[in-house]
Structures are given as structure tokens and as C-alpha cells.
């Protein structure tokens, strides 16, 4: 239980930090960027999509999760608070099919000096506040990998538990499965983006070759003298 209750402590701590020390600020300067301000704040929203609806429904399940194991007893049970969670991990589809745009949008940004500039304030200022930030993709990338991380969770949790409380291991079981198939329909939704990016770079692509296509073949000769 230790373990679930740490793993979920760091993971909604991560998601606040960024919320607090990096999506709000950069907003904020987005907003200061004048003759583009529209679209910067576009691209930072693009880049850090939902992860501040994730971040408040994690530190609402951490607070559950404490109070759970705050009052544990050898009988106490745990599955249903992942059971119940599984309905709201709707908004875990909205933030892998925004992945692949929110990447893409990062690696343009950071080919501005004034966006790098800014980054790199956020992360001295969060510093000072004692708070060590790391590379903004190896936060993006966290929701990616949360759904599986909860399913080995359960399962190591499940594998170290005696006989003593059946019905409580086969409702492990069953919130494994609900988190495996949620974690089945995140994977799909990020592939789905990544079909329609793939999609959107051909269409670019053709619309730049298609004017050649109308060209008589005589238009590539050139007259020699």
C-alpha cells in the first residue's frame, strides 16, 4: 500500500509543479508577446493540453488515498477507490490525442529565443523556491505512462496478498482489467493523432506538388543558347 501511496504522491506532485511552475507562467508571458500574443497562447496551451484537469483529479484521489491508508487495517480494501476512478480517466483520451500536437508545438517554441528565454526563468524561479524542475518533455510524457503504471501496481499488490481476503484480491483483478482497458483506448487515441498528423503532413506536401501536376512537360526544358 506504501508503495501506491508514494507512486501517486510523486505522480500528483509532478503534475502540480507544472501546473504552478510552468503552464501558468508561460501563459502568463504568452500573453505579453505583442502582434502574436493569440498565437503564442495558442502553442502553450497546445503544449501542455489538459494536464491541469489531471492534476485536479489526482490531488483529489491522493487525498482519498491518504485517508484510506491513514485508517488501514488488515482488512481493509482499496480497489474500489481505482474502480471508481476508472470513469473519470475519460480525460486521459483528450490529453493522448493532443500528445502528438503538444510535442510538435514544443519543438517549434523552442526554436524562439524569448520562449527558451522564459523556460529557462520558470525553472531558475521554481528553483529558488526550492522546487527542482526537469525537461518540460519528461513531464508531458508522464500521463503517457500513468494507466500502466497503476495496472503493475495493483498487480504487485495483489501478488503479495494472502489468501485471507479473496473478494478483495478478484476486485484487484477486476480494476486491473478497467485500468487495461483504459490504458488500451489512451494508447489508440495517441495513435490516432499520429495518423492524423501523418495525414496532415502528406496533404501539406501534396498541396505544395499539386501546382507542378497542371506544368507541360516543356516547362522543365531550359533553352539552351
Not at 479473496?166 to 489512451?186: F, T
Request: include cysteine.
Amino acid at each position: 500500500m506504501e508503495e501506491i501511496l508514494t507512486s501517486e504522491a510523486t505522480y500528483a506532485s509532478s503534475l502540480a509543479l507544472v501546473v504552478q511552475h510552468l503552464r501558468y507562467p508561460l501563459l502568463e508571458w504568452s500573453l505579453t508577446q505583442k502582434g502574436v500574443a493569440k498565437k503564442r497562447e495558442e502553442s502553450v496551451r497546445a503544449i501542455f493540453g489538459n494536464i491541469g484537469e489531471l492534476a485536479a483529479l489526482h490531488d483529489s484521489f491522493l487525498q482519498r488515498l491518504k485517508q484510506r491508508v491513514s485508517n488501514w487495517e488488515k482488512e481493509s480494501k482499496i480497489a474500489d477507490l481505482f474502480i471508481n476512478l476508472v470513469p473519470r480517466l475519460e480525460m486521459y483520451n483528450v490529453y493522448g490525442n493532443n500528445y502528438c500536437d503538444a510535442t510538435d508545438t514544443l519543438e517549434e517554441m523552442e526554436e524562439l529565443k524569448q520562449f527558451r528565454d522564459k523556460l529557462r526563468q520558470c525553472m531558475v524561479e521554481a528553483q529558488a523556491a526550492g522546487t527542482q524542475l526537469t525537461e518540460l518533455r519528461s513531464y508531458l510524457i508522464l500521463p503517457i505512462q500513468r494507466l500502466y503504471r497503476y495496472i503493475l501496481l495493483l498487480q504487485s499488490l495483489h501478488d503479495h496478498m494472502g489468501d485471507t481476503n479473496a473478494a478483495e484480491k478478484e476486485k484487484i483483478l477486476h480494476a486491473v482489467q478497467l485500468l487495461s482497458v483504459a490504458g488500451a483506448n489512451l494508447d489508440k487515441a495517441c495513435d490516432d493523432a499520429r495518423k492524423r498528423k501523418r495525414f496532415q503532413n502528406t496533404s501539406s506536401l501534396m498541396s505544395v506538388v499539386e501546382p507542378y501536376h497542371n506544368l507541360s512537360p516543356k516547362s522543365f526544358i531550359v533553352d539552351q543558347v
